[in-house]
């Protein structure tokens, strides 16, 4: 089992920056990837960006490629995202993800994954 506790959510303006982080512990040597999704109210939950726990590669979705960093500090099990340039349209309940073995991919849809966090809230003010 592995257990995801986000944090960092909150309320800003447009423009402005959070950095928002995703604790991990239980067997997180099983780690394979970790990716943030985001679900606003009435919509899908999609993907945001992944990185792979070993190797350190990133992947981001195009509607935040440029603005958003995904990282991770696999001494503290830890993986970031730090989410700049901040539109409302990026207003949404971010949840943290991990796959830890196959049929899970660790690929760019929620099935892909096999934890998940709580979520924490992202707002952003026009």
């Known amino acids: 089992q592995v257990q995801l506790v986000e944090s960092g959510g909150g309320l800003v303006q447009a423009g402005g920056s959070l950095r928002l982080s995703c604790a991990a512990s239980?067997?997180?040597?099983?780690?394979?990837?970790m990716a943030w999704f985001r679900q606003a109210p009435g919509k899908e939950r999609e993907f945001v960006a992944r990185?792979?726990?070993?190797?350190?590669?990133?992947n981001y979705a195009d509607s935040v490629k440029g603005r958003f960093f995904i990282s991770r500090e696999t001494a503290k099990n830890t993986v970031y995202l730090q989410m700049n340039s901040l539109k409302p349209d990026d207003t949404a309940v971010y949840y943290c993800?991990?796959?830890?073995?196959?049929?899970?991919?660790?690929?760019?849809?929620?099935?892909?994954?096999?934890?998940w966090g709580q979520g924490t809230q992202v707002t952003v003010s026009s």
């Open positions: 990185i792979n726990w070993i190797g350190g590669s990133t």
């Open positions: 993800a991990a796959n830890v073995r196959a049929p899970y991919s660790g690929g760019y849809y929620p099935r892909d994954y096999n934890y």
């Open positions: 239980g067997r997180t040597f099983s780690i394979l990837t």
